[in-house]
């Protein structure tokens, strides 16, 4: 009985190491298989990271894309707006220039009237029964050559096409120096507000902002109900949205609004405000 127990203890302690060692190895599997998985997880994840940037990357080269496409067609519809505007107001100015030079014109003079009494022939002329009549007047002493000469000056309307054929030429200091020497020498011509406008159009080309508000301020200032009064106050307001004066910009189109309701210069004038809110 006692050997029969004493196998039993012998047998169960000959077992339990061999337990012991298989648990052990089932740990340390499991603790690989938790580690391979570990890394499957975290290769995976990198993975779908990697796979959303290169997606993320490759919106963003799109987008980029057609914001090139967007500005450049945006900065071309600018070019031809300003292209037609060019021409536009070009074109206008030739016409202006032709009435002014047409409403100045000198009215070629009629035939000579006869002296009263004296019969004429159809051409107005004295007949030449009577031309012996008609006393000798007094012969006045000659002037020397030089004196005699008339001094030759240029025409307003010669000035102020020379001006704007510099502006179109885009020969913008002769432009300037030629619409501020028409509205210096003819301040009450009917061109000298046109001249005034074009000068002040001629610096808002060139980006002098503000000698353009001068010139523009000038022009409402000498002439409000000129037909140039409107745009000369809008391009005030652009100019000083060019310098960063919202609030005087702001201003301005308000006033355009006020004094001009109906003109064109008006919608344009709309359309900055609502841009600034």
Known sequence: MIRASVAVVLLALSVLPAHAQSTRERLESLELQVTQLQEAVRGQALV???QRLDALEAEARALRGELDILQRE????RKQQADLAGE?????????ARLAAATAAPVAPTALTPVSGEPTTETGAVS??????VPTPPATPSLPAAASAPVTTESPEALYGRAFDALKAANYPEAISGMSGFVAQFPTHPLADNAQYWLGQTYYVTRDYAKAIDAFTALGARSPDSSKAPDALLKKGLSELSLG???AARASFNEVLRRYPQNDAARTAREQLGRLR
Do not use: C
């Open 245 to 247: 004066r919202s609030e």
């Open 74 to 77: 945006n900065e071309e519809r």
């Open 128 to 133: 030449s029964e009577t031309a012996g009549v």
């Open 88 to 96: 536009f107001d070009r074109r206008i100015a030739a016409i202006e």
């Open 48 to 50: 779908e990271l990697s």
